[in-house]
């Protein structure tokens, strides 16, 4: 089993609050890992239908049952238990009485905030991050593990990701999207799906999917917002502060885990990626999510951004670190040209100081500086210390 990089965010978590709650997509290893960063902690998985009735008919006698607290797993499939605990860790004063797992759904989202406000730090882990992935392999081609993704299980078992895929996807629609929405016709969701992935990278466009879906942008607005609740999409906002109005305010949309936007695509090898026209979009998705990991694992907001304005000048990623920011271009050739710097330029000229250099990051093997803007290739070269720094907001009650 793999040491999670969020295991040292966890138990310092752990140490100041009297809960704490770890949410993440479907198999992201959520179990595993609070069951390894506490080993000695008694385990009640509310999955289990014999334990879920118990706490659900008798939600006092449940918890009396855990003197000394526990793991609580699923916790969105019992949450009228989060009124009880906030009474018990009231009482105790304890720190680090209850770890609870569940799947960020809007309800046990505002469930945890009104019962546990406070008294809980909250977490989120996402698929292996790269970092993760070198115990299995210590080299990685990027184009085949944006078609493998990060998914535990499927690095753990060596399965197949055709095969696993199917199994996540139905499991996923069948289960978390009908406790979501009132579905009847879950084939034009999966339909949606598929049309979301091929749209990695691209500013969000509402009446385009209605379109092409034929549903109003209303329910596509309710579609999007549920993968993103259940960690199947992340959004990524545009940045605007102080650039003036002619600046893109519509976010962009990337899957949490490529390797599952891949079997949406019917890419199925690092091959056939390579030849993709969404070969550098999904390059791109792969290494944002990399820098999501890398700030979520640290108990820390992502606070990241793209730029684009009316004009076409843009940058792929922003990081905000403090009061500084931080533009990174996103590449998928191997070989250099200056067009790679230019946004980085265009950006900094906006902004003024506010703005580094940044970088830009693609698949070739030297390492380069040109015009103060580092190029490297994340995968070769590994996280650059000084990128992404261990500032801003971080864990939260």
Known sequence: MVKRDLTEELLEAAKEYPVVTVFGPRQSGKTTLVQMAFPDKSYRSLEDPDVRMVAQKDPRGFLADLPEGGILDEIQRSPQLLSYIQGLVDRSKEAGLFILTGSHQPELHQAISQSLAGRTAVLTLLPFSFKELRHY????????????????????????????????????????????????DLGRFQQFLSLVAGRIGQVVNYTSLSNDIGVSSVTIKSWLSVLKASYVVFELPPYFENVGKRVIKSPKIYFTDTGLAAHLLSITSAEQMTRDPLRGNLYENLLIMEMVKWRLNRGLRPELYFYRDTQGNEVDLIIREGRKLVPIEIKSASTFTEDFVRGNEHFRKTVGNRSSPGYVFYNGEKQLQFKGVRILNLFSHGMPGGCVADQGEGRHG
């Open 137 to 184: 392999r210590k080299n990685w081609n990027p184009f085949e593990l944006a078609v493998c993704g990060g998914f535990p299980r499927l690095h753990e078992k060596s399965l197949k990701p055709g095969r696993f895929f199917n199994g996540y996807l139905q499991t996923y629609v069948e289960r978390d999207v009908r406790a979501l929405l009132n579905l009847k």
